[in-house]
């Protein structure tokens, strides 16, 4: 699970404020199928109307959680949160310093899990209403809940984010305490060349090597296995929290860099099983889709900054209706789980079809012609 923001273009030259909309989403690592995803915007909402109601209900002068329309993002929480002087902090080139900041920006935050901050240079929307980003959240868990109740087990690899973490411990304690759902931080370094994440192969390939010769019976994903126990020994505790992070010694292209924290750490497995878990902890999945979605979608690819327009960003591209940003990625959505194939083994599928809820890949038609009945 990850989210991603996605911009809206102003609508009038006087007012040159960006709408900003995070989005979260989750997917399955086997498969690639994507079970929602989700930007924190309600179209459905008449703003006037609520505004109005939340004044003569005295919402701005109550804390969050006591207010009638304490998801929905009022003007007073919009003022509020653009005066604050939101604290930055930059991180170093390591991956433990980009840990240690990702920890150190949610301290500086009245509440750790309110990661949805505006600024000065964003804006709310003119029609419709945004949702607190933290509330979409916990809808999306609840979502998943419903959708895939019937497993036994639950792993969940998250990107490292205290909202999305809180978020997935709060729909799923009663299956944590039980031991029947696993929750993992992933963290992992991106924007690196491609010789740069080569050269971390080579390195992670000689380790490799050395451990082959070590135990030359041992198939690779054992070797994985006896690294990570070995990694896990020497665990390090990162940020306030002390939270335990563990470095995976098998990197891929996709994830050159990468560490792990275990959410839901328990006693209850042997060593094996938990070093089993943590080599499964991955945001492959769900990083290829938003991929797609910047590649295949120009409505939504990514807008370029420049150093005169102030933080302010227009693409000519780009939507002026946020209602937009949520239909043209919930189509998207479709497409990707029913329509886009990959060979694999001689056959072609799509997600849908690796997940078990088709039996061959669907055209435009197909989908088409399903929604019209």
């Known amino acids: 699970m990850d989210k991603q923001d996605h911009l809206v273009n102003w609508t009038e030259r006087k007012d040159k404020r960006n709408v900003v909309l995070s989005a979260i989403a989750s ?7 994507v079970f929602g995803i989700h930007p924190n915007f309600d179209s459905s909402i008449d ?34 949160s653009a005066q604050k002087i939101n604290k930055r902090i930059s991180a170093g080139w390591g991956l433990e310093d980009q840990i240690a900041a990702t920890y150190a920006s949610a301290a500086v935050r009245d509440d750790v899990e309110v990661f949805d901050e505006k600024t000065r240079e964003q804006k709310l929307p003119n029609y419709g209403m945004q949702v607190h980003a933290e509330y979409t959240m916990i809808a999306h868990f609840y979502l998943l809940k419903r959708l895939l109740g019937h497993v036994d087990k639950w792993r969940f690899f998250l990107d490292q984010e205290s909202g999305i973490g809180s978020a997935c411990l709060s729909a799923f304690h009663t299956e944590v305490a039980a031991h029947d759902a696993e929750a993992f931080y992933v963290k992992i370094t991106k924007d690196l060349t491609v010789d740069a994440k080569r050269a971390l192969l080579r390195l992670a390939e000689r380790e490799f090597q050395a ?53 839901t750490a328990h006693d209850a497995f042997d060593e094996d099983h938990v070093a089993w878990l943590y080599n499964k902890a991955s945001l492959h999945s769900i990083d290829a889709f938003f991929e797609k979605v910047r590649r295949r979608l120009t409505m939504l690819e990514r807008s370029m900054h420049s150093s005169s327009n102030a933080g302010r960003i227009w693409s000519g591209y780009a939507a002026y209706n946020p209602a937009m940003v949520v239909k043209l990625l919930e189509i998207f959505r ?40």
């Not at 329509?339 to 694999?344: L, M, Q």
């Open 47 to 80: 703003r006037d109307a609520v505004e109005s109601d939340a004044r003569a209900c005295g919402d701005a002068q109550l804390p969050p959680p006591h207010r009638k329309y304490a998801r929905l993002w009022l003007e007073a929480d919009y003022i509020a």
């Open 211 to 263: 451990v082959r010769e070590q135990y030359p019976d041992l198939k690779d994903r054992q070797i994985e296995v006896e690294l990570l126990k070995q990694r896990i020994v020497d665990i390090r505790e990162i940020g306030q929290w002390k939270d335990r992070w563990v470095h995976h010694p098998a990197p891929s292209m996709s994830e050159p860099e990468k560490s792990m924290c275990w959410l």
């Open 27 to 33: 997917a399955d690592n086997a498969t690639g199928y």
């Open 334 to 373: 479709v497409v990707n789980n029913f329509i886009d194939t990959r060979k694999n083994k001689g056959s072609v599928t799509t997600p849908a079809m690796r997940l078990g809820l088709a039996d061959a890949p669907l055209d435009y038609g197909d989908v088409l012609y399903f929604v019209g009945q």
